[in-house]
């Protein structure tokens, strides 16, 4: 899905970044130019960075509790 019209940004290319180190939309926006045009899409991608972050992080709270598990 595209997320940023302006700039052709997609939500697989955003959470990619964020796969990659990035953390905020600031350093999304200075890596895929994401809202650097007319803005509108700035609120919905910065819920997608932090949805991604969360998802990421209760990915691990996961994978730990089967290490402890096993
Ligand atoms: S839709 Fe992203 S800057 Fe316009």
Do not use: P, W, Y
């Amino acid at each position: 899905m595209i997320v940023c019209v302006c700039q052709n940004v997609s939500d697989r290319a955003i959470r990619a970044a964020v796969d990659a180190g990035a953390s905020t939309l600031a350093e999304i926006r200075a890596q895929l130019n994401v809202g650097n045009c007319c803005g509108k899409c700035n609120a919905f991608a910065k819920t997608l960075v932090r949805a991604h972050i969360e998802d990421k992080a209760i990915k691990a709270v996961e994978v730990r509790r089967e290490i402890v598990a096993a």
